[in-house]
């Protein structure tokens, strides 16, 4: 981001007391404060763009990006996938993830999205079934999504939007289905 001049710079305000010269030399210094402050604070957003052999590609707000596909040695019985990408901080990672061990009740953002991949959890038109605060966590944050499924869905139905909370009901029993399916 690049501010070069912020307001008028031929017309002296009135009654300030201040000459010109002084006017100009603040301006200055605080345009270079704002792109200083601008260039430390930008960060390098890395998106991989999907391929037929990817289940997901996507990231969130924080930075983190990545993709995932099925491992070469995936099977119907341990169904295994590959994450790779940058962690929020920039770093590059690269994961495996044995899909039955993953519990949603206790997960990281990246093993959800291989879940969801894996599993087919439709998406409503938009880029994730995931409850919106997802978008905050980190590549090693790991949280209750059913809880966060059903405070979404309380939340969808304290504003009256039946039809989300049905979706988030959806999304929530599909994962529901999987981690149940053995007990």
């Known amino acids: 981001m690049r501010i070069n001049e912020i307001g008028p710079t031929r017309y002296p305000m009135a009654g300030t007391g201040t000459s010109n010269t002084q006017k100009n030399t603040e301006k200055e210094s605080f345009a270079k404060a704002l792109n200083n402050a601008a260039a430390v604070n930008q960060k390098e957003y890395i998106v991989y763009m999907p391929t037929e052999d990817m289940l997901y590609s996507g990231g969130n707000g924080t930075g983190l990006s990545y993709y995932i596909q099925y491992a070469q ?3 119907e019985e341990d169904p295994t996938v590959i994450a790779k990408g940058v962690d929020e901080n920039g770093q590059e990672f690269e994961q495996t993830i044995h899909l039955n061990r993953i519990n949603p009740h206790c997960a990281t953002i990246v093993e959800m999205h291989a879940l969801e991949a894996h599993l087919g959890v439709d998406k409503n ?14 590549l090693h944050d790991t949280a209750d999504f059913m809880e966060m499924f059903q405070k979404q869905i309380q939340d969808m139905k304290l504003l009256k939007q039946s039809s ?12 529901e289905a999987f981690w149940d399916r053995e007990k």
Not at 164 to 171: I, T
């Open 164 to 175: 989300l909370a049905a979706y988030y009901q959806y999304s929530m029993r599909m994962f």
């Open 73 to 75: 040695n995936s099977t």
């Open 125 to 138: 038109g938009g880029l994730t079934s995931l409850p919106p605060e997802t978008g905050n966590m980190g």
